[in-house]
Structures are given as C-alpha cells and as structure tokens.
C-alpha cells in the first residue's frame, strides 16, 4: 500500500490508497455534512434576526402609542381640573354684606375658603384689612374691631 499526500479544499490529509477510493468520498462527505450545517445555522441566525426585528417594530409602536395616550391623558386631567376651578368659583358664596361673611367665617368650611371671603370683604371694602397674618377667623375679628374702634367704613 502507497501513502500520498492530497489536499482537499485547504486540508492536508494522508491516507492509504484504498480500493474505490472509500477514504476520500467518507472525507468528502463529512465536508459536505459542515457545509449543511454552517448552512443550517446561516438560517437559524437570519431567523432570529428577523423575530427580534419584529419584536423591536411592535415595542417602539407601542411606546408611540403610550405617548399619545399619556397625552390625552393630561389634556382631559387639565380640562377637569379647570372644570373644577369654575364648578368652586360657582360655589363659592358671594360677599356682600358683613353679615354674608360672618356665616362663612364661622361656617364649618375649609381655611382657604374662609381666607377666599374675607378677601373678597377686604377687595370689597366691607371690612378693614387686619394688621396681621392670622387664621381667618380672628382676621375677621380684628377687623370688625377695627372698623368699629377706628370708624372706618
């Protein structure tokens, strides 16, 4: 038997001359089952590739989306908010006597309200401003005395 040398696609190999050559078409099929792998695994990349591509284009949609409800979102909160703000101008009493401000300061309403209708006594004249930063109630009552010690009107 005669060893030689043959190369096969860059591949040095030595091998016994053998009947029919069975040692280079086994060679030869091995090759053949690398390159249907390498092909196999081309494809399993490209699949992948385009399954997250997909992915990506349907997240980034939806994020657009979510910007545009976010949106909405705070429009409707400022239009309500601005509903709200009138629906409290409508309710709040209107001032026009010391008598009118007496119920709402003694009333079981909130601080601010009370703050809200003195203020309106004050810009309206009714009453003096107190001299000092108080709660509304003693506000108001400095302010009738003032108005009654002082003879301001």
Request: with cysteine; net charge positive; charged share 35%.
């Amino acid at each position: 038997m005669e060893t030689s040398k043959y190369l096969i696609k860059n591949v040095k190999i030595n091998f016994t001359k053998v009947k029919n050559c069975s040692l280079i078409r086994i060679l030869i099929k091995k090759q053949e089952r690398g390159k249907s792998l390498k092909n196999i695994i081309l494809v399993v990349i490209i699949f992948c590739l385009t399954v997250l591509s997909a992915y990506f284009m349907i997240t980034t949609d939806n994020k657009q989306k979510d910007k545009k409800d976010a949106n909405k979102e705070k429009t409707e909160q400022a239009s309500k908010k601005k509903e709200k703000a009138q629906k409290k101008q409508e309710n709040e009493p209107k001032i026009k006597t010391q008598k009118d401000l007496s119920k709402v300061i003694y009333s079981e309403k909130d601080e601010q309200a009370k703050m809200n209708a003195y203020n309106e006594a004050i810009d309206k004249g009714i009453l003096p401003r107190s001299n000092n930063y108080q709660e509304a109630v003693y506000a108001y009552e400095e302010s009738v005395w003032l108005k009654n010690n002082t003879g301001t009107e």
